[in-house]
């Protein structure tokens, strides 16, 4: 019987299980990939993630963890104008493979059980605990007076439990070697209709051009691409010399008023799997927040879940204005936001 069951050894789930961890519960960090193991993101912290790692973590990202340029210096936005706009901050350039690696090593080491390669397909409460099945080499079950959800968009926990479909926008990326009459130093987001359903994006990973495009209909992502590719070579000079990868992930649509789940008795939602997700699927301060303030919601009330339930939702109250202004600020750029203002 664990204490704790934390479901993702993402950001958002290593930061959970460290905590519980060093609040002395027993935690078991389940993750369904072996790792290291790589998820599509840009991979670029922002001030407030390389913040929330000094804070969670004691100390900051070790080097082995950036790419190059290992500074991001901020953002540059372009709306549906054509218009651009420079957003300048400090930030970080990592591998997500790495960065999220050393978490789960750093959770570890404060005692939480961590196991790798195991898949958690389903739960269901028993009374004062929750009876987890999960799949690794073999299915079994564990128990714990809690589980944490922090698997994002794509686990099979939350679809079990809520029964709903969800409303995904779907990522397509490619890492290509080239050049480009931009400085690779900023992350660059492209919000005109015409170059995708949601946005599209540039940035630069250890000389590698990282393009995408993110769309709702994936029959049209092809499409989108080549669009997104001519706009780049008319505009700033882009030269493919060869692709070396392409990749698709899915990430939750954020609806208006970034309505949050908290989650259902003895098992909590936090991350993506909640609902936090900023503009640009920027998901890691969310989920390294959301995650923190969940782990204590649940170390505060160990045998009181409605009270946890409650502490958690007051306590991320601001985290989830934040959301809201940001997805705001967004809205004013583009019409393909205007919901969300």
Same mark, same amino acid.
């Given at each position: ?126 009374? /004062? ?64 209709? /015409? ?51 392409? /990749? ?94």
């Amino acid at each position: 019987m664990y204490d704790v069951i934390v479901v993702g050894a993402g950001p958002c789930g290593c930061t959970a299980a460290r905590t519980l961890a060093e609040k002395g519960l027993s935690v078991l960090l389940a993750e369904r990939c072996r790792l290291p193991r790589y998820k599509s993101c840009s991979g670029v912290l922002i001030r407030k993630s390389m913040e929330l790692v000094r804070r969670f973590f004691g100390e900051d990202v070790p080097a082995a963890a950036a790419c190059a340029p290992a500074d991001n210096r901020g953002m540059v936005f372009t709306d549906d104008k054509g218009r651009s706009f420079l957003f300048e901050q400090e930030g970080l350039n990592v591998w997500r493979s790495s960065f999220d690696h050393w978490l789960a090593e750093k959770a570890k080491e404060q005692g939480a059980q961590l196991l790798d390669g195991t898949a958690a397909v389903s739960c269901g409460e028993k009374g /004062e605990y929750v009876s987890v099945t999960l799949r690794g080499e073999g299915v079994f079950a564990e128990n714990a007076k809690y589980v944490l959800d922090c698997e994002g968009c794509i686990g099979a926990l939350k679809r079990r439990l809520t029964g709903g479909e969800r409303d995904y926008i779907t990522t397509y990326q490619t890492f290509n070697d080239g050049a480009i009459d931009l400085d690779p130093h900023y992350f660059y987001a492209y919000l005109q209709p /015409e170059l995708s359903e949601y946005d599209a994006w540039f940035n630069v990973k250890d000389d590698r051009l990282v393009l995408g495009v993110a769309v709702k209909d994936t029959n049209k992502i092809r499409d989108y691409y080549e669009r997104f590719l001519a706009y780049m070579r008319a505009n700033h000079g882009l030269r493919i010399d060869a692709q070396l990868r392409e /990749e698709r992930w899915l990430m939750p649509r954020v609806r208006p008023g970034c309505p949050v789940d908290y989650g259902r008795g003895r098992v909590l939602f936090a991350g993506e799997a909640a609902g936090f997700l900023n503009p640009m699927g920027e998901g890691i301060s969310a989920g390294m927040e959301s995650g923190f303030l969940a782990a204590c919601a649940i170390a505060g009330h160990l045998d009181d879940p409605a009270a946890a339930l409650a502490e958690y939702r007051e306590a991320t109250r601001l985290l989830k204005s934040y959301m809201e202004r940001q997805w705001s600020l967004v809205a004013g750029m583009a019409a393909a936001f205007r919901e969300m203002e």
